[in-house]
T-cell receptor, first 114, second 116 residues
Framework: DAGVTQSPTHLIKTRGQQVTLRCSPK?????VSWYQQALGQGPQFIFQ???????QRGNFPDRFSGHQFPNYSSELNVNALLLGDSALYLC?????????????FGDGTRLSIL | AQKVTQAQTEISVVEKEDVTLDCVYE???????LFWYKQPPSGELVFLIR??????QNEISGRYSWNFQKSTSSFNFTITASQVVDSAVYFC?????????????FGGGTRVLVKP
């Protein structure tokens, strides 16, 4: 049973560039959430996708956008990268309607901005 | 707005000692879920335990136990007889019951170091 997989593992970019991170949910899950975790802090919710639409969004600027595909996989795009975007980006999957069930997380993509 | 506070930033113990992690939360919702996750150096958040707001029975699962007190908005977590493999960052998280979304609100985390 494949868990949540994220790619790439590490990424180095420079300010002003754009980046795309990818996530495949756990088998059987249909909802994908993205979180940003700065060094030494707890994860912060970015947004959530279900049925290929953004359903809920945290306090992040429009530079952060996403997409969900028919196979439930998802992408996180960040434009005009800033130094402050350096963080671990975590993807979590779940099954819609099962509110009591925990979200399952991937290993994350560590993004460094130079 | 929801908020989760983990006042302890780091705890250091010797193997076999018990470790208790504190978590205090704020929410205006009457129905919600509370979680504890473990984050080893690899980065993945590993689910440990869950408690819903309408069940205050405290439980034990192996070496893990938790104390949920709705009256004080606390959800503390204890590792009994700690082991070196328990060394990690532990996060308390809150999720409301609204069907529109199930985002998690995390605390700042507590780093646990278990020394042999």
């Amino acid at each position: 049973d494949a868990g949540v997989t994220q790619s790439p593992t590490h990424l180095i970019k420079t300010r002003g560039q754009q980046v795309t991170l990818r996530c495949s949910p756990k088998s059987g899950h249909d909802t994908v959430s993205w979180y940003q975790q700065a060094l030494g802090q707890g994860p912060q919710f970015i947004f959530q996708y279900y049925e290929e639409e953004e359903r809920q969004r945290g306090n992040f600027p429009d530079r952060f956008s996403g997409h969900q595909f028919p196979n439930y996989s998802s992408e996180l795009n960040v434009n005009a990268l800033l130094l402050g975007d350096s963080a671990l980006y975590l993807c979590a999957s779940s099954l819609a309607g099962l509110m009591s069930q925990p979200q399952h997380f991937g290993d994350g993509t560590r993004l460094s901005i130079l | 707005a929801q908020k989760v506070t983990q006042a302890q930033t780091e705890i250091s113990v010797v193997e076999k000692e018990d470790v208790t992690l504190d978590c205090v939360y704020e929410t205006r919702d009457t129905t919600y879920y509370l979680f504890w996750y473990k984050q080893p150096p690899s980065g993945e958040l590993v689910f440990l335990i869950r408690r819903n707001s309408f069940d205050e029975q405290n439980e034990i699962s192996g070496r893990y136990s938790w104390n949920f007190q709705k009256s004080t908005s606390s959800f503390n977590f204890t590792i009994t007889a700690s082991q070196v493999v328990d060394s990690a960052v532990y996060f308390c998280a809150l999720r409301n019951y609204k069907a529109a979304g199930n985002k998690l609100t995390f605390g700042g985390g507590t780093r646990v170091l278990v020394k042999p």
